[in-house]
């Protein structure tokens, strides 16, 4: 059984409307390899910042996130090949039962699959079982592991892990997981049944994306369980070096699941991929090595020398050297090496911590300052410089591609004015008193922005473009260089004023862009820390109703509200470009999922005829 929604999101596929088939799409199966046995297949790229670590309930970085992708699952999964998505099952057997106007969903988990070996379990095998899923979920409310995931699980609503979580908070005793709650129950051994408060018409989205942990490796690991991630995926953890390298290899106890797919019919490299590798077994590669090159010029030259088979979001500086009006360059075409570009479902944001004396509140004076930074910022230039025109302007904070994106609306947001931006600072009382060039505030005090950033050289130039335009309006900005995992704790914890960051969807649907101005998520997805009954009460509503015209009215509020009060500005959409040697075959960029390691192949036949 499946679910598609591509009525909805027509025109999002990557590669739609594909006329011709690539011949390397047509390419002998890679070698068995010799006498001694076949060589394994390595994936080899970079990550261009450091990871946070590879507890899932913990995490809200991409680059960890990604990892911990391809070691957990999830009952429900997301076709490789369909555009722009098509649900189906991953540990489940089938799509959920859904009963009581979306309250209720029963799930029944294919029997025999099994968790990566680890002395937790004591050298036996471990069968993934329902409970698993329920002791994951209770992890989520524990306020023990301060999960940036719990606001957006709270918000569907599962019968009394509210309640639970708020007893552990009152008493201030450990979490109790052994307290049974209505919402959650394991039927039998693999039968788990999810009760809701409200109904939830899009709570399959949150079944995508549900890992399974068991309780004795998080108790046996204690507070190292960061350190060693045990799922049921098909990669296992080998070696991690932090902020380094991390090598990941294929779990040979992974069960029997075999390469399907349902590609669009138009999709002609889709149905040449399902063409090419049906029935494979999964995973195709044996590991994954991964390096952390922050640096710009260092990755694309380890792509260049073929240290890396694949390089993701081809760096700014490199888009000139990489395509000539939108398509690869003749010299690395030459070389064998393909690429992919597309629209990335992600937007690119400035965050003001909406509780810093400065530039937070929502007085007039501070709103006024937030609005002229916003109005203040050349979008255009930074696009032509700062991105090589690998952009378009963002107007609001929804992603393209997710449902309640609205290609046709224009906002301030949309605006470059420095006008009118010195006029609203001059309007509120942020002037030069002092004739040093630099305005003070509304009380006569030193103003000076503080901006977390990074040392890559993206970064820098970013920097260099952001601080020209401060400049220009009088405000004095000063920028704090540290490591972009670094920078991201921060920010969680408050310990900031304004940072500069991208975000990118986690599924089809465009409320999750959203969480960042909704209260319950001060300091999970909500990093400005913005809090405002207003938009709290737009946000109930846009979980509550069902896809359609007042769903989407209320989004046009949401943004409204955010775009008014301004706890950000939203930069711009990106272009991503990715480029792969040919021995990479069966990569595609999935617009929302994380898990793609298993679908592609290592054809080193193909990497020695280059």
């Known amino acids: 059984m499946t679910l598609t929604r591509r009525d909805l999101l027509a025109g999002a596929a990557a590669g739609a409307g594909l006329t011709g088939t690539p011949d390397w799409l047509h390419a002998a199966p890679a070698s068995a390899g010799t006498a001694a046995g076949p060589r394994p297949k390595v994936l080899r790229y970079a990550f261009p910042a450091s990871e946070t670590g590879f507890d899932p309930v913990q995490l809200s970085d991409i680059y960890s996130l990604t990892v911990t992708a391809n070691i957990f699952e999830s009952p ?51 069968e993934l079982v329902a409970e698993d899923y329920i002791y994951t979920i209770k992890r989520f409310y524990d306020p023990a592991t301060k999960s940036p995931g719990h606001s957006s699980l709270e918000e569907q609503g599962i019968v009394g892990l509210r309640e639970l979580r708020e007893a552990a908070l009152k008493s201030k005793q450990p979490f109790d997981y052994d307290r049974p709650v209505e919402g959650l129950t394991a039927i039998d051994r693999h039968t788990l049944r999810i009760r809701l408060r409200e109904p939830r018409p899009r709570f399959l989205y949150t079944l995508t994306g549900l890992p399974a942990m068991a309780r004795e490796v998080v108790e046996f690991h204690g507070d190292k369980i960061m350190e060693h991630p045990v799922g049921t995926g098909p990669f296992r953890l080998a070696e991690w070096r932090r902020s380094s390298k991390i090598v990941l290899e294929r779990f040979k106890g992974y069960r029997d699941l075999r390469y399907d797919a349902q ?64 398509e690869l360059a003749p010299h690395l075409a030459k070389k064998g090496i393909r690429h992919s570009r597309v629209a990335a479902s992600d937007v690119t944001l400035t965050v003001f911590n909406m509780e810093d004396p400065v530039v937070g509140g929502l007085a007039p004076e501070q709103v006024a300052l937030r609005r002229a930074i916003c109005l203040g910022l050349d979008i255009p230039r930074e696009i032509r410089l700062g991105r090589r ?34 006029a609203l600072l ?168 994380l898990n793609w390691w298993s679908w592609i192949d290592i054809d080193d036949d193909a990497a020695s005829s280059s």
């Open 76 to 126: 429900l999964d997301y076709d490789p090949l369909a555009r722009p998505f098509l649900i189906r099952p991953g540990t489940a057997l089938a799509l959920p039962e859904i009963a009581d106007d979306h309250r209720s969903f029963t799930l029944k988990l294919r029997p025999g699959i099994l968790f990566h070996d680890d002395p937790a379990f004591k050298g036996r095998a471990r």
């Open 426 to 593: 001059d309007t509120w009382g942020w002037t030069d008193r002092d004739g040093d060039g630099w305005r003070e505030r509304p009380d006569g005090t030193k103003l000076t922005l503080v901006m977390l950033s990074q040392s890559d050289q993206t970064s820098r130039q970013l920097d260099e473009i952001y601080k020209k335009n401060m400049d220009t309006l009088g405000l004095r900005l000063e920028l704090k260089v540290g490591q972009w995992s670094e920078n991201l704790k921060s920010t969680r914890s408050g310990k900031f004023m304004m940072w500069r960051v991208g975000s990118s969807a986690g599924s089809p649907d465009g409320q999750g862009s959203l969480e960042r101005g909704y209260s319950p998520a001060v300091g999970k997805g909500n990093l400005a820390r913005f809090v405002l009954p207003a938009f709290d009460r737009v946000y109930d509503r846009l979980t509550a109703l069902p896809d359609g015209p007042e769903r989407l009215e209320a989004f046009r509020e949401a943004n409204r509200l955010l775009i008014a009060w301004a706890p950000y500005r939203h930069h711009v959409h990106r272009m991503v470009t990715d480029l792969m040697h040919r021995q990479v075959v069966g990569y595609r960029r999935p617009p929302f999922w």
């Open 263 to 326: 590609p669009n019919a138009d999709d002609a490299e889709g149905q040449a991929l399902l063409a090419r590798f049906k029935g494979r077994r999964l995973p195709m590669i044996d590991r994954v090595e991964i390096a952390i090159i922050e640096e710009a010029q260092p990755r694309w030259l380890a792509f260049l020398n073929g240290e890396q088979d694949l390089l993701e979001r081809v760096p700014s500086d490199y888009i000139p050297q990489a395509l000539v009006k939108g």
């Open 389 to 422: 025109g690998e952009a378009i302007p963002a107007q609001a904070g929804v992603p393209p591609g997710t449902y309640g994106f609205d290609p046709l609306l224009r906002t301030e947001q949309g605006r470059f004015d420095p006008a009118r931006a010195r």
